[in-house]
């Protein structure tokens, strides 16, 4: 971490337990000491919102008297969960989200997610053949592809799977990259985020599905936030196209 007084903070986190989305449990070092203490995080459930507890454990109450005093650790804790809050709520104000009912069960519909075979028939843009270079479906997996047109204009795409749960919920980020997988700005645009975060839900209902999902920037300035949040309109109308396309997708299956 850079600080404000242009001291530089070394940090090292290793991560000891990973329960999603209930636990997570770390050791957090620096460079002389990997594991100085350990914190574990929970995550409750409260209906519309979410109650977290952070509890870190020092070896001796010196040391934690140490980091209260020297450190500031709990005000910097309550300064860190802040900044949390204030990425949420930007997440929920500037995210799109869509709501759509399809004719089939779940378990096809979250296939036609997770399946290249299925994929290349309905995402992106009509008029566009999608060409499936790489796909890794697990977390931290990728989905490469690119969009060719009529003419034989490319563009090149990208998932990084952050969540497979199936067939209930499938969490990844999207991005436009390189024929080589980078991540790489849009050419329509210097100011479209470099990343979306993507959450979708499936449920199924009377043997349809309500399908729901939301995307908005992470990582991003004010600038790519409200850029993003500018694109609404033609985002809904692109989307809402490949999500016809996945009805007539499925109409055939």
Do not use: C
Not at 159 to 172: C, D, I, M, N
């Amino acid at each position: 971490m850079h600080g404000p007084d242009g001291t530089d903070y070394f940090n090292r986190i290793r991560y000891i337990e990973i329960v999603s989305p209930e636990r997570l449990v770390y050791s957090h070092g620096d460079l002389d000491n990997e594991e100085s203490f350990q914190v574990t995080v929970t995550m409750e459930d409260k209906g519309d919102a979410t109650e977290l507890t952070m509890r870190a454990v020092f070896p001796t109450a010196e040391e934690l008297e140490e980091n209260v005093k020297k450190y500031g650790a709990i005000e910097g804790a309550k300064s860190t969960l802040g900044r949390l809050a204030d990425e949420l709520d930007s997440f929920k104000t500037t995210s799109l989200e869509f709501i759509r009912t399809f004719k089939a069960p779940r378990d096809l519909v979250f296939k036609t997610w997770t399946d290249p075979e299925h994929l290349k028939h309905w995402w992106g843009p009509q008029g566009f053949d999608i060409n499936v270079f790489k796909f890794d479906l697990q977390p931290g997996g990728i989905f490469h592809y690119s969009m060719v047109n009529a003419e034989g204009n490319q563009m090149w795409g990208k998932f990084v799977f952050r969540e497979v749960a199936g067939p209930s919920k499938l969490v990844f980020v999207n991005s436009f990259s390189d024929a080589k997988g980078n991540t790489v700005r849009p050419e329509f645009s210097e100011l479209f985020p470099m990343e979306i975060l993507n959450i979708v839900t499936f449920t199924e209902q009377d043997g349809h599905t309500i399908m729901t999902m939301r995307g908005g920037p992470i990582q991003a300035t004010d600038e790519e936030i409200q850029f993003f949040y500018s694109m609404h309109p033609s985002m809904q109308e692109g989307f809402g196209n490949s999500f016809g396309q996945l009805d007539e997708y499925l109409a055939k299956m």
